[in-house]
């Protein structure tokens, strides 16, 4: 909604009765004026600040900031519970959330909220003209719908079926595509999983053409969209809607066929040479702005996800304090024995508990910074990108050589002494699935897992302490649309 600052000027006694009406009512370079049209879009730093507002909305502790990846995690296989706190999603760890339940219908506010913000602007620039050059506004409005894009593709991975249920043929969520600034009536039904993922791609596709190659800074590609955002969140998409070949084009555009990284060792292939670090455990530190970073939200101490929402808090003990609200599931990831102690994942990221009470527990040590909790939140890595590569080669092509060389690439910088050949995938299927454990191992606590396994329609597995196996046929598979939702849009139909 849009926030409207009256600015009241009272009439001062005019000295020696002389009128000087132009100072009694001076123009404010601060204040927003009270219109409609003006209102944020009168000068170009406020205009500006909206935009950076949206990645503020972007990196709300209820949002991408935290608890989205939160969920993804929790709700999949790889956590046990400690707390039993409803706080903290005891629901959603153990299968039981409803439509009123507060992760089920805060997340969905927060998203909504940060779609409307990026309609509001898209729509305002498009009546603003003059303020901004033509390219500084096209740039504004592709990191909008880039913003709009991830958003919408987060909804549709806990409140939608899976795309290749049906097609895309069930209900997706609200397509709302305008801004919204004043109360009213807002009733929309939902459009398919179909649709919503063709709005998601057409935003990608308009950011991508419109986007920055680069910024002047690693702080601002790293917290900005530019083009390698857009294309790299692409993958995502099309990975997840099972339409490998799309994954492979895409990729392409910024993943060299030999050497690893943007550049293919020549020129940049698309401005931004992401690469992977030589040592995992660099992209999870300050400075946070690692070529491997595409996309990260950040925080300070004064600008945290606010309290009960940072990954940290989840997910890290310190070895002594009781503030991790989640261990690792001894019969998860970790009980993999091809995951050497050696690999720099395990060895670096994977912290036994010293306190008596957890002896024996085990905790994610990737968002490590004590309480305010200010590592960034990742949302894109080049990592990812090359894993989704591999797993469209290897589900298009069975044992593929570019499949099993970016494998190597992700397993081979934490763990030198495994290496993979064609010899040891020559079952049908093995390659994929090597490469999506691979995934579970190197994107562990990144708010993967669940997609990971709804995307395929495989089951949710049990978790020791009273959280059941959720096959692909349950209601409970994917969340209720909210209550809220279902109270406040008379179009909207219940999951």
């Not at 057409?202 to 910024?215: Q, R, S």
């Not at 949710?460 to 209601?475: D, N």
Request: aromatic share 10%.
């Amino acid at each position: 909604m849009k926030k409207k600052i009256i600015l009241m000027l009272a009439m001062g006694v005019m000295l020696n009765y002389s009128c000087q009406k132009d100072k009694l009512s001076p123009v404010s370079k601060t204040a927003v004026p009270n219109d409609d049209n003006l209102l944020q879009f009168s000068t170009a730093p406020r205009i500006q600040a909206q935009v950076l507002g949206l990645y503020a909305n972007l990196r709300s502790g209820a949002f991408m900031g935290g608890r989205f990846q939160v969920y993804q995690e929790i709700k999949a296989d790889n956590w046990i519970n400690l707390s039993n706190n409803g706080v903290t999603n005891t629901a959603t760890w153990n299968q039981s959330v409803t439509g009123t339940t507060s992760e089920v219908q805060n997340l969905w506010s927060q998203a909504y909220f940060t779609i409307n913000n990026c309609n509001l602007l898209i729509d305002g620039l498009a009546k603003s003209t003059g303020v901004v050059t033509p390219a500084v506004s096209a740039n504004y409005v592709a990191e909008a719908k880039f913003i709009r894009a991830l958003s919408y593709y987060d909804l549709l991975q806990l409140y939608a079926r899976p795309y290749y249920d049906g097609s895309g043929s069930k209900p997706g969520v609200p397509l709302r595509l305008t801004g919204n600034s004043v109360a009213g009536t807002y009733d929309l039904a939902r459009s398919t999983v179909a649709e919503c993922y063709a709005q998601v791609l057409k935003d990608l596709n308009d950011a991508e053409a419109a986007l920055p190659i680069t910024y002047a800074d690693a702080a601002t590609y790293t917290t900005r969209a530019h083009r390698n955002t857009a294309i790299a969140l692409k993958t995502r998409v099309y990975l997840t809607m099972q339409q490998y070949a799309n994954v492979i084009t895409e990729a392409n555009k910024i993943v060299g066929t030999t050497v690893f990284n943007s550049d293919n060792g020549t020129a940049p292939k698309a401005g931004i040479n992401n690469a992977l670090q030589a040592d995992v455990t660099n992209v999870f530190k300050a400075p946070y702005t690692t070529t491997e970073s595409i996309f990260s939200l950040p925080f300070l101490t004064t600008e945290t996800p606010g309290t009960q929402n940072q990954l940290g808090f989840y997910f890290y003990n310190n070895g002594s304090a009781l503030n991790a609200e989640y261990y690792l599931n001894p019969a998860g990831v970790v009980a993999d024995a091809n995951w050497k102690t050696t690999d720099k994942r395990r060895a670096g990221f994977i912290q036994a508990s010293t306190n008596a009470a957890r002896l024996g527990f085990r905790f994610l040590a990737k968002y490590a910074q004590p309480s305010p909790y200010t590592d960034w939140a990742p949302v894109i890595r080049y990592a990812e990108v090359l894993l989704n590569l591999a797993e469209a080669r290897a589900r298009l092509n069975g044992t593929d050589a570019q499949a099993i060389a970016l494998l190597n690439a992700i397993r081979g910088r934490s763990d030198a002494t495994t290496v993979f050949t064609v010899a040891n995938f020559t079952a049908a299927g093995s390659l994929a699935d090597a490469i999506l454990q691979e995934r579970n191992i190197e994107l562990l606590g990144e708010g993967f897992k669940n997609t990971d396994l709804v995307r395929l329609g495989l089951t949710i597995p049990a978790k020791a302490g009273g959280a059941p196996a959720v096959a692909p046929s349950s209601a409970n598979y994917i969340w209720p649309i909210p209550n809220n939702e279902l109270l406040y849009n008379k179009l909207a139909t219940p999951n």
